[in-house]
């Protein structure tokens, strides 16, 4: 079994949800996690959708999406970060999870408004406004993250 760092936990499972913890022989986990992937990932049709926005086609992309499954994908592709970043972390590290929880309600709620969202006369759609909303569901879960650690300490 291999021992993978934090940072290349999280990257291969940014790559595709599964990888880090078939790397560290956690077999029946990542092949959920691989399985989960390509189920909501097809009944979505989120590589079309994709596709479509990194062309600048929004509406088609809008037009391919199915939301309902679609609203699986960020939690399920960050608890797979998590868990990998988790194997690899010390045991001593704490909320730890706070980041990768608050970027997946963001990225969520993004993905649930992203037809209504223009920004600066531009339309991000389902696929970037959901990218953007990371930013602030790291920044919030990090800054709670300090803030529960420093209280720890005290």
């Known amino acids: 079994m291999k021992k993978l760092s934090k940072l290349e936990a999280v990257l291969w499972n940014i790559a595709f949800p599964g990888f880090s913890q078939l790397l560290t022989g956690h077999y ?6 691989v399985g989960l992937e390509f189920v909501m ?4 049709r989120f590589n079309q959708a994709i596709m479509y ?7 088609m992309a ?3 999406i199915n939301y309902q499954w679609l609203m699986f994908y960020p ?5 797979s970060m998590w868990d990998g970043y988790r194997q690899a972390m010390p045991a001593d590290e704490k909320y730890s999870f ?3 929880v ?10 649930m408004i992203s037809p209504k969202v223009t920004i600066f006369h531009i339309h991000p759609g389902p696929v970037f406004l959901p990218m953007l909303f990371l930013i602030p569901g790291l ?3 990090f800054m709670i993250k300090f803030i529960l650690s420093k209280k720890a300490l005290e």
């Open 139 to 141: 920044l919030i879960g």
């Open 102 to 111: 608050f970027c997946a309600y963001f990225v969520t709620v993004g993905l």
């Open 62 to 64: 809008e037009a391919v």
């Open 53 to 59: 926005s990194f062309l600048g086609e929004i509406e």
């Open 28 to 33: 029946i986990k990542g092949l959920l996690f």
């Open 98 to 100: 706070l980041p990768f």
């Open 41 to 44: 990932n097809g009944k979505s």
């Open 75 to 79: 939690c399920v592709y960050m608890f």
